[in-house]
T-cell receptor
Framework: GQNIDQPTEMTATEGAIVQINCTYQTSGFNGLFWYQQHAGEAPTFLSY????GLEEKGRFSSFLSRSKGYSYLLLKELQMKDSASYLC??????????FGGGTRLMVKP | DSGVTQTPKHLITATGQRVTLRCSPRSGDLSVYWYQQSLDQGLQFLIQ???????AKGNILERFSAQQFPDLHSELNLSSLELGDSALYFC????????????FGSGTRLTVV
């Protein structure tokens, strides 16, 4: 079966760093995606990892360990506009994306 | 603009009614996916079409149906609507079955009263 776990909610302070973890167990693996979703809006693409290691893109970085079935999204220099839900999604053997339940991040002043 | 167009943006209808949601995928994308997102919930996969054919089915109710037309646009039909069907319905498209991720439309907010 497909199982993707991520924390339901996290709170962090403006200017700080936050790490959102995602663990997965899926039938097959063709890459892991992170999406950002503001309330009432569409998810938007943040990052993609298919090989082990860290991918950095500005204030956002994403890490993958395939052997551990683990990924994290790192957000640096947090801004109020980063308050959103962050969705971990795995591309399984059938080239379908399976989404986790999302992590709601609240950034406080 | 993501390139995926969904209409209408908002829809209010009564219980028992039937509605049709429409999605035009990004140019060149053959796959269309439909998702339901209830308030404060995750994305629930409903159904996927690839080049006009149904490819995968998720937790889609029998009251719901979909199709993809030769021009690749897709429609999601919801019938005998219940209060619990109130949700955001997203359409997403991808070029190659999802291998390169999905691009989402802005969604249709359905309110059943």
């Amino acid at each position: 079966g497909q199982n993707i776990d991520q924390p339901t909610e996290m709170t962090a302070t403006e200017g700080a760093i936050v790490q959102i973890n995602c663990t997965y167990q899926t039938s097959g693996f063709n890459g892991l995606f992170w999406y950002q979703q503001h309330a009432g809006e569409a998810p938007t693409f943040l990052s993609y990892n298919v090989l082990d290691g860290l991918e950095e893109k500005g204030r956002f970085s994403s890490f993958l360990s395939r052997s551990k079935g683990y990924s994290y999204l790192l957000l640096k220099e947090l801004q109020m506009k980063d308050s959103a839900s962050y969705l971990c999604a795995v591309n399984n053997a059938g080239n379908m994306l399976t989404f986790g339940g999302g992590t709601r991040l609240m950034v406080k002043p | 603009d993501s390139g995926v167009t969904q209409t209408p943006k908002h829809l209010i209808t009564a219980t028992g009614q039937r509605v049709t949601l429409r999605c035009s995928p990004r140019s060149g994308d053959l796959s269309v996916y439909w998702y339901q997102q209830s308030l404060d919930q995750g994305l629930q996969f409903l159904i996927q079409y690839y080049n006009g054919e149904e490819r995968a089915k998720g937790n889609i109710l029998e009251r719901f149906s979909a199709q993809q037309f030769p021009d690749l646009h897709s429609e999601l039909n919801l019938s005998s609507l219940e209060l619990g069907d109130s949700a955001l319905y997203f359409c997403a498209s991808s070029a190659s079955g999802g291998r390169y991720g999905y691009t989402f439309g802005s969604g249709t907010r359905l309110t059943v009263v």
